[in-house]
């Protein structure tokens, strides 16, 4: 595992408030929480994130250890993560126990609301589980 991570904004969403804001929670999560790197360095996928309400796009671009944050969704994203902005907030505030998203205090069950009503929705996340898990771990700031 490397000692290092590279977390950047690609030229096109530097302007975009969002994939700043998650460039900076990401690098500030993973310095004040080390046991998360490990999940970082295995995710090697691209994920669309569509924010609904705000029409923003990105997809943050995956690669054993690096993070490029891109405008627009990818073709070739693997999961895809579509919600509004209050649910988007939602996940990076979800509690982890015992190394999986925790779904039964106001938080999780706010989510699992979001997913049952159809404000939140994520393709390939059968396929891609692990992924998704690990995904949940990093960007949750607990």
Same mark, same amino acid.
């Given at each position: 595992? $490397?000692? @290092?991570?590279?977390? /950047? +904004?690609?030229?096109?969403?530097?302007?975009?408030?969002?994939?700043?804001?998650?460039? =900076?929670?990401?690098? #500030?999560?993973?310095? #004040?929480? $080390?046991? /998360?790197?490990? =999940?970082?360095? *295995?995710?090697?996928? $691209? &994920?669309?994130? *569509? &924010?609904?309400?705000?029409?923003?796009?990105?997809?943050?671009?995956?690669?054993?250890?690096?993070? @490029?944050?891109? #405008?627009?969704?990818? =073709?070739?994203?693997?999961?895809?993560?579509?919600?509004?902005?209050?649910?988007?907030?939602?996940?990076?505030? #979800?509690?982890?126990?015992?190394?999986? $998203?925790?779904?039964?205090?106001? @938080?999780?069950?706010?989510? &699992?609301?979001?997913?049952?009503?159809?404000?939140?929705? &994520?393709?390939?996340?059968?396929?891609?589980?692990?992924?998704?898990?690990?995904?949940?771990? +990093?960007?949750?700031?607990?």
């Amino acid at each position: 595992m $490397p000692d @290092t991570v590279q977390i /950047k +904004v690609a030229e096109g969403a530097a302007e975009i408030g969002l994939a700043v804001m998650l460039r =900076d929670l990401l690098t #500030q999560n993973l310095e #004040q929480n $080390p046991h /998360k790197l490990l =999940d970082f360095y *295995n995710l090697n996928i $691209p &994920v669309g994130l *569509n &924010v609904s309400d705000a029409e923003i796009k990105l997809t943050l671009e995956f690669s054993r250890g690096s993070l @490029t944050i891109h #405008q627009g969704i990818k =073709d070739n994203s693997g999961l895809n993560i579509t919600a509004d902005s209050g649910t988007i907030m939602n996940l990076s505030n #979800q509690r982890i126990k015992w190394g999986l $998203p925790y779904y039964f205090d106001e @938080t999780g069950k706010e989510i &699992v609301a979001a997913m049952k009503s159809g404000r939140l929705k &994520v393709k390939g996340m059968i396929r891609h589980f692990p992924t998704l898990i690990r995904f949940s771990r +990093v960007m949750s700031i607990h």
